[in-house]
């Protein structure tokens, strides 16, 4: 069992930065890939990128690329979202969840999830 809570969400504006952790718990969790998605209203949910402890590789979705940094800390448990010049269009429920897979970017491979941090940039 895995227990993922994110954090750091919040309002901000156009162009600012905001870093979200996803503090994991749970036995075996190194072995696990974790994957950033998130959900706005009235849309499914997207994959923003994921990293795989194993490998040391992350992948992002195109609309992250270049803009949103992953980073993990594994002596803290805790995953990082670095997300800088942010959009209105970033606006979104964000959530980390966790896979068996090396990577994925669908959220149906994804087994373990948290409950989500609000991030809202205005224009």
């Known amino acids: 069992q895995v227990q993922l809570v994110e954090s750091g969400g919040g309002l901000v504006q156009t162009g600012d930065s905001l870093r979200l952790s996803c503090a994991a718990s749970?036995?075996?969790?190194?072995?696990?890939?974790v994957g950033w998605f998130r959900q706005a209203p009235g849309k499914e949910r997207e994959f923003v990128g994921s990293?795989?402890?194993?490998?040391?590789?992350?992948y992002y979705a195109d609309s992250a690329k270049g803009r949103f940094t992953i980073s993990r800390d594994n002596a803290k448990n805790t995953i990082y979202l670095q997300m800088n010049n942010l959009k209105p269009e970033d606006t979104a429920v964000y959530y980390c969840?966790?896979?068996?897979?090396?990577?994925?970017?669908?959220?149906?491979?994804?087994?373990?999830w948290g409950q989500g941090t609000q991030v809202a940039v205005s224009s």
């Open positions: 749970g036995r075996s969790f190194g072995t696990y890939s």
């Open positions: 990293t795989n402890p194993r490998t040391g590789n992350t």
């Open positions: 969840a966790a896979t068996t897979y090396d990577t994925s970017n669908r959220h149906n491979d994804y087994v373990y």
